[in-house]
C-alpha cells in the first residue's frame, strides 16, 4: 500500500473512531509532515466515509494522468506563482489538487525556486536626509575613535512587531521589496532595550493599544526604573546614551522633555535608517529567525515563544 493509501485508511479510522474532519485533519498532518494529502483530499475522504463508503481506494479517473508531477501540474503552479509568490505549499496542493510533498519537488526541482524574504526598502532619501546620514555616521565614528567604551554606554531598543512575509523567487528574480507602511496580518508588538550585556526591559504592547506619545513616554519611565535595578552603576554615574528610531512618537513635546528633566542623553539618528539602529539589524532578525516558519494559534503563543527566545541570547551575541 502506498502512503496515500496509508493516510485513506488513517482517515477511515478516524472516522470510525469518532473523530471529527477538522481533528483528523491535524493527525494526518502531524503523522505525515510534508507528504500528508492535501487539506480538500482529507476533508473529501472523511466526506466519503461518513457517507458510508468502506472502500479505500481512488476512484477510477478516465483520462486523467496517473503520474502528479507532469507537464500539466507543473504549468498550473507555474501560473499560479507568477498571478502571487506568497502562495504556500499547502495553498497550491489545494489549488492543484495533488500531495504537498509533490508541489514542493515541482516548485524547488522543476521550476527551480526557492522562498526568501524580502528586502526592507526605506523611505527615499531626500538630499538634506542623505546629508544628515553622513553627519551622524561621521560624528559616531569621531565619538568611538575618542572613547572606547562609548558602545558599551549605549542603551538601544524599538519596537517590533512580526516575522516577514516570504514569497518565491526564480534563480534570476530580483529580490521582492516591500515598503514600512504596508499593513500587517495578526502580529504582537513587543517593545525592547538592551546594551552590551544583554536584555534591560521589555514589555508587550497591549492588543488594540498603540505606540503614541503618552505610551512611549510610559515605556521611557518603565525603562529608567528598570535601569536602577540592573545596572545601578550605570544610573549612578548617568554615563549612559540612549538610542532610539527617529519615530513620530519619540520626537513629541513631552517625551522630549521628560528625558531632558531626566537628564538622559539621546544619540541622534537620521530619519529612515534602519541600518544604524542596532534593534531593527541584528536582535529583531534574531529573534524573528525562530518564528520563521512557524505557524501559531495564538497572540499569546507568540508572545511566549519570543520570550524564550530572548532568554537564550548570550551576552557574547550583544
Not at 507568540?302 to 551576552?315: D, E, G, P, R, Y
Request: glycine fraction near 4%.
Amino acid at each position: 500500500m502506498d502512503l496515500s493509501g496509508e493516510q485513506q485508511l488513517a482517515i477511515k479510522f478516524c472516522f470510525k473512531a469518532g473523530k471529527s474532519a477538522t481533528k483528523t485533519l491535524q493527525m494526518v498532518n502531524a503523522a505525515c509532515g510534508d507528504q500528508a494529502l492535501s487539506r480538500s483530499n482529507v476533508l473529501r475522504w472523511y466526506g466519503r466515509f461518513r457517507d458510508g463508503r468502506d472502500d479505500i481506494e481512488d476512484d477510477p479517473r478516465s483520462g486523467w494522468p496517473t503520474e502528479c508531477r507532469n507537464d500539466n501540474n507543473v504549468e498550473k503552479i507555474s501560473q499560479l506563482l507568477l498571478q502571487n509568490r506568497h502562495l504556500s505549499l499547502r495553498m497550491l496542493a489545494d489549488e492543484v489538487n495533488i500531495g504537498k510533498d509533490t508541489v514542493r519537488k515541482t516548485v524547488v526541482e522543476d521550476l527551480q525556486k526557492r522562498k526568501i524574504c524580502p528586502r526592507f526598502v526605506p523611505h527615499s532619501l531626500t538630499p538634506e536626509r542623505k546629508d544628515r546620514r553622513i553627519a551622524a555616521c561621521r560624528d559616531l565614528i569621531a565619538t568611538a575613535d575618542s572613547d572606547p567604551d562609548f558602545f558599551k554606554k549605549i542603551v538601544t531598543g524599538d519596537p517590533t512587531t512580526k516575522r516577514q512575509s516570504a514569497a518565491w523567487v526564480g534563480e534570476t528574480s530580483p529580490r521582492s521589496k516591500k515598503l514600512q507602511f504596508q499593513k500587517s496580518r495578526m502580529k504582537t508588538m513587543l517593545v525592547i532595550f538592551f546594551d552590551w550585556q544583554g536584555v534591560i526591559h521589555r514589555e508587550f504592547v497591549p492588543e488594540g493599544e498603540t505606540i503614541n506619545a503618552v505610551y512611549y513616554k510610559g515605556v521611557m519611565e518603565r525603562l529608567l526604573n528598570r535601569i536602577r535595578r540592573v545596572r545601578p552603576g550605570m544610573c549612578e554615574s548617568s554615563d549612559w546614551i540612549l538610542l532610539h528610531e527617529n519615530a513620530p512618537s519619540h520626537n513629541f513635546t513631552i517625551v522630549k522633555q521628560f528625558l531632558a528633566q531626566r537628564k538622559v542623553t539621546v544619540l541622534d539618528h537620521p530619519p529612515y535608517s534602519p541600518d544604524l539602529a542596532p534593534a531593527d539589524y541584528f536582535l529583531f532578525q534574531k529573534v524573528k529567525s525562530h518564528l520563521k516558519g512557524r505557524l501559531f494559534d495564538s497572540i499569546s503563543d507568540i508572545q511566549t515563544t519570543m520570550t524564550s527566545t530572548l532568554n537564550t541570547i548570550a551576552k557574547g551575541d550583544l
